[in-house]
């Protein structure tokens, strides 16, 4: 596996692969890249949300308690 578009780039050329078929490649690996990136981020604020609403519940539950102890 190459170490980055450039390189891949360059093997494919190297090996004869059409510059038509280089660039529908690299098209391809950075659509790829930016797919990623957007489910991460999706994926991230989804972890970040139900975090959130956790630690809301866990201390509206811990406050309920405290009270009804008084």
């Not at 450039?6 to 690299?26: D, P």
Request: aromatic share 2%.
């Amino acid at each position: 596996m190459s170490t980055n578009i450039s390189t891949t780039s360059s093997i494919l050329a190297t090996q004869g692969v059409s510059s038509k078929t280089v660039s529908t490649a690299v098209n391809s690996i950075t659509k790829g890249m930016g797919t990623a990136g957007v489910n991460t981020t999706k994926s991230m604020v989804k972890i970040e949300t139900a975090a959130t609403t956790t630690s809301e519940v866990s201390i509206k539950t811990a406050e309920d308690k405290f009270k009804t102890k008084k």
